[in-house]
């Protein structure tokens, strides 16, 4: 697994509207790039939603919030449309990017882990718990209260 003062790696990946992403677009920004097992499952929709409601919040500091799970591109729009989430989830089918940080998990999905990159690109902190809330409430110490 990628370890806190690492560069984030980079990758290119399809967004849920099928658009093509790369993480150093985020650069000169701190990110939250979280990984999620599967879209629309009741933890990752906790956590989805606890980004959400704290995504004015985060945007007013300039923070960028990524999402990660190896759904495809319709499941992953599917699950930001119910929802009302107003960030980019990246659609992992190929599991390059959850293979990419070390987080793929034995069952073929992404575990739960969250990582906070600093602007300058590299890992400051890594949120590895099955506690969806646990993962907003680390993003929001490390980038709001400063």
Known sequence: MVAVGEPAPDFEAKLQDGS?????STRGHPTVLYFYP???TPGCTIEAKGFRDHHAEFQKKGV??????????PAQEAFRQKYGLPFRLVADAEKKVSRTYGVLGPHGVARRVTFLIGPNGLVEEIVDTSGAERHVERARARFLTA
């Open 20 to 24: 093509s992403f790369r993480l150093s």
């Open 38 to 40: 599967k879209a629309d």
């Open 64 to 73: 960028e919030i990524v999402g990660v799970s190896v759904d495809d591109s």
